[in-house]
């Protein structure tokens, strides 16, 4: 055997994956390296060891890459989420965009289509506009926090640490959202833990504190905070808010979602107004949209406009057409295309987002937008005219295949696919090849040190 599980071993790494993590070839045998870039040579540990391949984690740069730059964050490399920030921002848009053709030729077997340079991020920190916090009973200590009495066990708010589920690593400031939310993190911390009310814990399924979620506005450059319990109780989160508020200006509203529910999901099963505003005011070109707690938006505002604007393009409507938008969410599409055509209708399974649709178009004042809620594989077939172009979006999984063949029955004569996981857009674009020709793919940097890429693909009749 080329590896053993637990070795160290000094690897070159040669290549990149999707999942952001390196190449190495031990005598043909493929390992991979979380914690390097092409160009390292490590010192890296074998964790997993499968039949075909390993997983390994680098403890050592022995000899850096032309391509690392200095981490900004101490967290980095532990909590999961900036898996690339030691990568020059010019490196990551160029692997992105090589995840995006590599997974149309060895997931599709589809080669030759035009894969543009990505659409890169205006901001590369701070550019978040919704973060998740989790609060914990288990704190998970960083390397240098062992065996330091004074820091608490037993109380964390902060992120997940890939592979623990239950422990929670306690953070200070996380620098992909703005700095205002750092300090609105750091107060709500303080004040929770000398609340005397315990943090909820994922195994015991006992406490009060859960979640901590903080939405921005860029167009108001305001904050909504929800605060997600266990249980209700008013003075608890009254003095929280109050907190808050009085330090925090910018502070629109302070929000509380309540549930029983064991699921780690950051949603209530009701919502409490505790102080001010239960919305946010976002715009997105010349259009507005209020954004509650729980409503979907995409995360990275500036760069959801490049998304919506290739949209547009890849449609190439005359004024006239009629377009379905598939898993239509809170409307966000339909209502950027509503000049350039006849009518749009969005599909959305979740009754709430549907609602928030119909109110942004009020909002808006426009009206030849509707919507239909349900499961999209049955509400499809409520559609009477045949649409000239469909718009798709789907979750992480991609298309359903009940879907897939709606659509090709349907038969417009253009799609425009926005996908948020290349190995399901080539996945769903394979099903369709028999019917649709993929013209061209543009990838759109939603989330810059991450290895996650959105990609809009423009799909002809054949």
């Not at 709500?188 to 006992?206: C, F, K, N, Q, T």
């Not at 954004?291 to 505002?301: E, G, L, P």
């Not at 000049?339 to 178009?361: F, R, T």
């Amino acid at each position: 055997m080329p590896v053993k599980k637990k070795q160290e071993i000094k690897l070159d790494i040669t290549g990149i994956a999707f999942g952001g993590r390196g190449i190495a070839k031990v005598d043909g045998f493929t390992v991979f390296v979380d914690g390097a870039v092409p160009g390292d040579t490590v010192l890296a540990r074998i964790g997993k060891k499968k039949k075909s391949y390993a997983e390994a984690r680098a403890t050592e740069v022995l000899n850096p890459s032309a391509d690392r730059v200095e981490r900004r964050c101490g967290y980095s490399g532990w909590c999961g989420g900036c898996k690339w920030q030691f990568l020059k921002y010019e490196r990551q848009l160029e692997y992105k965009q090589n995840h995006v053709r590599e997974a149309l030729e060895h997931i599709a077997g589809i080669s030759g289509v035009t894969v543009h340079p990505v659409l890169p991020s205006e901001k590369v920190f701070g550019y978040r506009n919704k973060m998740e916090f989790s609060f914990s009973d288990r704190r998970w200590l960083l390397p240098e926090e062992l065996g330091r009495p004074e820091i608490p066990k037993d109380f964390a708010l902060g992120l997940h640490v890939p592979g623990t589920f239950d422990k929670i690593l306690d953070i200070d400031a996380c620098l992909l959202q703005p700095e205002k939310g750092n300090r609105i993190l750091d107060d709500v911390r303080d004040i929770a833990g000398s609340s005397g009310l315990p943090p909820y814990g994922l195994r015991s399924h006992a406490g009060f504190w859960r979640f901590l979620m903080l939405r921005h506005s860029v167009a108001e450059n305001m904050w909504l905070v929800n605060v997600v319990t266990s249980s209700e109780n008013s003075q608890a989160l009254r003095s929280l808010a109050d907190h808050l508020i009085s330090a925090h200006h910018d502070i629109a509203g302070v929000v509380n979602n309540v549930t029983a529910s064991k699921a780690a999901v950051a949603t209530g099963e009701y919502e409490i107004p505790v102080a001010g505003r239960q919305l946010l005011k976002e715009r997105l070109g010349r259009f507005e949209f209020e954004i509650s707690a729980n409503s979907f938006f995409q995360t990275n505002t500036l760069q959801a406009e490049k998304i919506y604007e290739t949209v547009r393009r890849f449609a190439g409507l005359a004024g006239g057409e009629t377009v379905v938008d598939l898993y239509t969410g809170t409307g966000t599409i339909p209502i950027w295309l509503s000049e350039d055509a006849g009518e749009i209708i969005g599909l959305e399974m979740a009754e709430s987002a549907v609602s928030d649709a119909k109110k942004n178009c009020r909002k808006n004042g426009i009206e030849n937008c509707r919507f239909i809620a349900g499961d999209i594989r049955s509400s499809i077939s409520e559609i009477e005219k045949q649409p000239d172009v469909i718009i798709i979006d789907p979750p992480r999984a991609g298309m359903h295949k009940d879907v897939v063949k709606a659509v090709t029955s349907i038969s417009p004569g253009k799609i425009v696919y926005v996908s948020c996981n290349p190995a399901t857009l080539a996945r769903d674009l394979l099903m369709l090849a028999g019917h649709y020709r993929v013209e061209e793919i543009q990838p759109v940097d939603m989330f810059p040190h991450t290895y996650h890429i959105e990609a809009v693909a423009n799909l002809e009749k054949r």
